[in-house]
Structure formats: C-alpha cells, structure tokens
C-alpha cells in the first residue's frame, strides 16, 4: 500500500520513516509484512490513518487491520465509547436486568465504538400461571390486559418481543385483537383470529425499537362481542403451561 504523509512532521512506523510531505510504500500483502505481523506498526499506522494524518491507497483487505489477542472483559453499564479492546474482544454486562448481555467487539482496539450486543440475549421474561380478567373490552383504547412485562432498561436496539397463551374460550362467536404496547404507547395490533366456544392458543413475534432507558412491555386485548377468557395454569399432568411474554436482543 502507498501511504502519503499529509502534514509536515516526521512519522516512523517501527524502522519505517515517512518524511513530511512524502510517500512510502508499505508491504502488506507479504509473511515478511512488518503491517500484518508487528502490531506496534500496524497501531502506529492505523491511528495516523483514522487521524486523517496520513493517506492510504491501495491496501489489501482488511485495512485498518485489527490488532491484539480478543479479551474477555467485564462492567457495568454498555462497553460503547467507553471501552478500548481489540477486535473480537467480548464484555460481559453485569449490571441489573442486563446482566445477561454479551457484547463482541467489531473494531479495532485504537476506537471505543463498535461494540454489538448478541442477538438473543434475554431482556425480560414474565408468565402468568392463573386466568386474567375476562376481557369485554371492544376498542383498542380500552384494552385489557392480559400480561404485563417488568420495567427493563433497554440501550435503544432493536428487540424481538414474544407473547404465548396456551388456549383461548369465549361465551359467544367472537374475533380477538392483540394489542402490543410499551408503557402507555401502543407498538401495534395483532389479530387473533375468531374465538367459537374455546380456540387454540394464540402466540405473536413482533419487533421494536424502544428509546434508550426504561421500558415495560405488555399486552392487552378487545374483542368484537361477549368475554373471552385467557386460560393459562401452572403446568404439569392435566393442567395447561403458563401463557408468557419474552423480550429479547434481535
């Protein structure tokens, strides 16, 4: 690669020396490459470069190269801006409801950002083993409530939230509609199909951006006529499982 200097101070990359104003050319391609196999010049290059120090042209793929072994380090609160690691480094989240979270490291170790939490982490989880109220409601503004999730402070990513209820029942011919809110917001509706006596349970996927802080997911539900009945238990011989509603990392 050709790497060009764009001010007027001298640079030295190991015994490689750039003069103000000049050109160099930079073996990265080779085994001998003292970029690819000396992270103390690859670091010196990479921070004149996202500097805006130095102009490169010309470099094989990946450049900036990473560099340093990943780490496997530990906090509270998210790793992003505040964290130096190389890339493929992990952070394991401690704090609160988050400490399940498991970031991976995507740049180099020369920047703080870049930091992913891995989809699939679980954020909430919360299950219900006995019937909730018998919903009449007929409109979405006076939806009832059939689970409710705990306050969860969320980094301000995409999540994926589930809803399970194992069997649904009605006094009459009915259709039912799933609303999905956050805290007093409503995310959206999701139809549950027509209720004729008793039904097969009813489950939903849905996915979200909550805003960075605290969060509470619930879902509720209306119906067209009649009371529809949310049936759950506790589970095991003759009884139904727990209805639920997960919130996770998408």
């Given at each position: 690669m050709?790497?060009?200097?764009?001010?007027?101070?001298?640079?030295?990359?190991?015994?490689?020396?750039?003069?103000?104003?000049a050109?160099?050319?930079?073996?990265?391609?080779?085994?001998?490459?003292?970029?690819?196999?000396?992270d103390?010049?690859?670091?010196?290059?990479?921070?004149?470069?996202t500097?805006?120090?130095?102009?490169?042209?010309?470099?094989?793929?990946?450049?900036?190269?990473?560099?340093?072994?990943?780490?496997?380090?530990?906090?509270?609160?998210?790793?992003?801006?505040?964290?130096?690691?190389?890339?493929?480094?992990?952070?394991?989240?401690?704090?609160?409801?988050?400490?399940?979270?498991?970031?991976?490291?995507?740049?180099?170790?020369?920047?703080?950002?870049?930091?992913?939490?891995?989809?699939?982490?679980?954020?909430?989880?919360a299950?219900?083993?006995?019937?909730?109220?018998?919903?009449?409601?007929?409109?979405?503004?006076?939806?009832?409530?059939?689970?409710?999730?705990?306050?969860?402070?969320?980094?301000?990513?995409?999540?994926?939230?589930s809803?399970?209820?194992?069997?649904?029942?009605?006094?009459?011919?009915?259709?039912?509609?799933?609303?999905?809110?956050?805290?007093?917001?409503?995310?959206?509706?999701?139809?549950?199909?027509?209720?004729?006596?008793?039904?097969?349970?009813?489950?939903?996927?849905?996915?979200?951006?909550?805003?960075?802080?605290?969060?509470?997911?619930?879902?509720?539900?209306?119906?067209?006529?009649?009371?529809?009945?949310?049936n759950?238990g506790?589970?095991?011989?003759?009884?139904?499982?727990?209805?639920?509603?997960?919130?996770?990392?998408?």
């Open positions: 050709d790497v060009t200097n764009l001010t007027s101070q001298d640079y030295y990359f190991g015994p490689l020396h750039l003069l103000p104003g050109s160099l050319t930079v073996d990265d391609t080779t085994e001998t490459s003292l970029y690819l196999t000396d103390a010049v690859a670091d010196a290059l990479n921070n004149l470069y500097a805006g120090l130095i102009q490169v042209t010309g470099a094989a793929s990946p450049f900036p190269r990473p560099t340093g072994m990943p780490q496997v380090l530990h906090g509270d609160g998210s790793p992003e801006g505040v964290h130096y690691a190389p890339q493929g480094s992990l952070f394991l989240r401690r704090d609160g409801a988050d400490s399940r979270h498991l970031y991976v490291k995507s740049t180099a170790a020369i920047v703080s950002t870049g930091w992913i939490a891995l989809p699939g982490q679980e954020f909430d989880y299950q219900i083993t006995t019937n909730p109220s018998g919903i009449t409601a007929t409109t979405e503004g006076t939806s009832q409530a059939v689970i409710t999730g705990n306050a969860v402070y969320y980094e301000g990513s995409r999540v994926k939230v809803f399970f209820v194992p069997k649904l029942s009605s006094s009459a011919s009915q259709t039912v509609t799933f609303v999905i809110y956050r805290d007093s917001a409503v995310v959206g509706q999701v139809f549950g199909g027509t209720v004729n006596t008793t039904a097969q349970g009813s489950e939903l996927e849905i996915f979200d951006t909550p805003g960075a802080g605290a969060h509470t997911y619930a879902v509720k539900a209306f119906v067209s006529t009649g009371t529809l009945t949310v759950v506790a589970g095991g011989s003759g009884n139904l499982v727990p209805g639920w509603l997960r919130v996770t990392k998408a």
